[in-house]
């Protein structure tokens, strides 16, 4: 069974900078793609961001609307993903979410296993 704990939300002033954490269990988090979605309310899940460990690279995908200022990374010793997030702008408040297992494509929200998510609030 696969378990993803996500941390790092709170409450950040416009411009601010956070850290978000999904820390995984039931197996390493380089055996498969890992996710970043976030969902605002009375809006769908939309993706932010995703990383995919091949043949000793990884390779990241961003949304348009953080791509510049939000980098995902992982930790394969931590087994943990991360997703700095820099220059945070109002519009980016919202419960984010990580992922893995992509069911279709990792830029759609249907993945297999998801966390319970954190709160990221950004004041203007």
């Known amino acids: 069974q696969v378990n993803l704990v996500e941390s790092g939300g709170g409450l950040v002033q416009a411009g601010g900078s956070l850290r978000l954490s999904c820390a995984a269990s039931?197996?390493?988090?380089?055996?498969?793609?890992m996710g970043w979605f976030r969902q605002a309310p009375g809006k769908d899940r939309e993706f932010v961001a995703a990383?995919?460990?091949?043949?000793?690279?990884?390779?990241?995908y961003y949304a348009d609307s953080v791509k510049g200022r939000f980098t995902i990374s992982g930790d394969n010793a931590k087994n943990t993903v991360y997703l700095q997030m820099n220059s945070l702008k109002p519009e980016d408040t919202a419960v984010y979410y990580c992922?893995?297992?992509?069911?279709?494509?990792?830029?759609?929200?249907?993945?297999?296993?998801w966390g319970q998510g954190t709160q990221v609030t950004v004041s203007s």
């Open positions: 039931g197996r390493s988090v380089t055996s498969s793609d």
């Open positions: 992922a893995t297992e992509p069911r279709v494509s990792v830029f759609r929200s249907v993945w297999n296993y």
């Open positions: 990383i995919r460990w091949r043949g000793g690279s990884d390779f990241a």
